[in-house]
Structure formats: C-alpha cells, structure tokens
C-alpha cells in the first residue's frame, strides 16, 4: 500500500502547474501551489501518508462535512425543511437559485447551504464553531488542530458574497439568528487547519458505518453514515460532480484551500491536497490522484 500511494503521489505530480490557487480569499492566495499530499486511514485505523500529508491546510468547504454532520445530530429531518437535498448544478458561490426558490438553497453544500445549516447550529450552541474545532480535533485524535485567523479575517474582509446570500435568507425567513454572527461562525468552522492525515482519520466514521476509532465511540448512525455519503457522493463536488462521479466513483468533498476527501465505504478514507484550482473551485492534482487511486483500487487488491 505504502509505496502504491507513493507512486499515486509521484504521477499526481505531474499534474502541479495546471489550475490556480484561489484568490477571492486573499490569505489562500498566498499557498504554495507545488504542495501535494495524500494519505488513506484504512478502517482497522492504518494510516499510510505520501508527500505533504501532514501539512495543515484550510480545510475550507470540507468544513461543511461536519456542519452538516452535527445539524443532523440535533435537529434530525427537520433540516430539510431548510435546506434541500438535491445537486445544484451551480457554481459554489451562486445565489442565483436562492431568490427563484425563496431563500431554500438546494442543498448543505453549497455556500448558501452550509450557512443555513451554520444557522441551525448557531440555534443550538453556545460557541458553534469552537464546539466543531473540539469535535473535529476528537475525530483526528490530534488536539492541536487549530482555527487559522488570518483566514477568518481574510474570509470576514471579503465575505460580500455570502452576506448577500445571508441576507436574502434573513430576508425570505429561513435564518434565525444574526446575519454577522452566523456568518463569522461560518467562515470561522472553513477556516479550520488540518493536515492530510487529520482529514482521513477524522472522516474514517464516514467508511465506518458511523464509528469513530480515533474517538472510541460510535459518533453517528449507520443510517445517517449513509445519507451523508450519498450527499457528498451527489452534490460534493459542485457542478462537477458528475463527471467526478464517472472519473472517482466515491463520495467526496472539496474545498478552496485545494483539498479534497473521499470516502469508500466499508474499507478507508481518502485525503488529497493540492492548491491550485479549475474552474468549479477543485483541486486539479487532488482529484487526478483520486482517480488514479479509484482506478487502481481494486486491480491492486488492496
Ligand atoms: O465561503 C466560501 O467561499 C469558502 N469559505 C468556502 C468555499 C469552498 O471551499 C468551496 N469549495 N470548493
């Protein structure tokens, strides 16, 4: 396994250099782009890492994983009533649905999604965002996982295009609590800092049919385990996740600080990370190597 993800790594190389580093969010323009790394956390809780694996990153838009998780915990179905469930086929960013469908977004992952659902747990904690820090360092088993405020106030600087959603939202009822509030505890959950490593061990309970090794306790459901991968698997990778499901096959998540999570049920997590970007905001080199990795999953017998 060690030195097939080695190779995965070393081909996935020669994918550096194409895509850009995100830049609307001026402190994730400052990344090197020749990063790359990956690691596998196997369910009987093996790690394998390749690369920059353990390099924190902003995990971004794979914070919305987790937002959704702990919604589910607490409020259970009645999420849906403010969020949908189904593929937007729209850029991440866009608000252009929100007002045809009356402040609904189409589902948690996008933005307007994963703020609707920020709102629903700004309803039900104290301090939202340092309770996902407290659970996402408990699934990595790695108490140094840190919230990176330099990207928070980048995010805060430039958050125009959430506010607007936000506000469309407030406007149309289907956010509770203060625009600012809930917007800061938002950016404050994508800011989060984590490596390769931490992502594929803190995600393991997505393969694992709920149960959280690094945490010693199941965290959730198997059925909920299931709902949650469908998501990813149908709306993870935005307007791409289409052709991500034909190239991948798995459920996974990206975000603009150029990781991504994927997740094979059963069996491991994934995690890749490169900074540069296409066009729908996902890494290029990430995604090549998940595909590699997908391709050669099962001819490898591993
Ligand atoms: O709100 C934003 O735009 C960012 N905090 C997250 C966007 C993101 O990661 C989209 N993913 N590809």
Redesign the pocket.
């Known amino acids: 396994m060690q030195a097939w993800l080695e190779s995965i790594h070393a081909r996935a190389r020669s994918r550096l250099g194409s895509g850009r580093v ?1 830049s ?2 001026p402190a994730l323009a400052e990344q090197d782009p020749e990063r790359l790394g990956f690691a596998v956390c196997t369910n009987d809780g093996t790690l394998y890492a390749a690369g920059d694996a353990e390099t924190p990153f902003s995990i ?5 994983v987790l937002l959704l998780t702990l919604a589910l915990r607490v409020h259970g179905e009645a999420l849906w009533q403010r969020v949908g469930l189904n593929p937007s086929g729209m850029p ?2 866009s608000l252009a649905q929100l007002e045809a469908e009356r402040g609904k977004p189409r589902n948690p992952f996008i ?1 307007a999604g ?2 609707a659902v920020t709102d629903r747990l700004v309803s039900a904690f104290a301090t939202p965002d340092k309770h996902l820090q407290d659970v996402a360092r408990r699934l990595a088993g790695n108490a140094r996982i840190l919230i990176d405020d330099e990207v928070l106030d980048s ?1 805060w600087q430039h958050r125009s ?2 506010a607007a959603m936000a506000y469309l939202m407030k406007a149309f009822g289907n956010l509770d609590n203060d625009v600012d509030e809930v917007l800061r505890t ?2 404050s959950c ?2 989060l800092a984590m490596s390769c490593t931490d992502l594929a061990v803190a995600m393991n309970f997505l393969a694992a049919d709920g149960e959280a090794r690094a945490m010693g306790e199941r965290f959730v459901s198997p059925g909920l385990t299931r709902r949650i991968n469908a998501i990813m698997a149908t709306c993870g990778m ?1 307007d791409a996740a289409g052709d991500f499901a034909y190239r991948v096959g798995l459920p996974a998540k ?4 150029g990781g991504i999570v994927a997740v094979v049920p059963g069996r491991m997590t994934v995690c890749a990370w490169s900074p540069a ?1 296409d066009d ?3 890494s290029v080199a990430a995604q090549y190597a998940l595909e590699l990795f997908a391709e050669e999953l099962d001819p490898a017998g591993i």
């Open positions: 995100a609307y969010i971004q838009s794979i914070a919305k991440f960013n933005n994963a703020i995010e295009r959430n938002y950016f994508c800011a935005y990206s975000g603009v600080g970007l729908n905001g996902n």
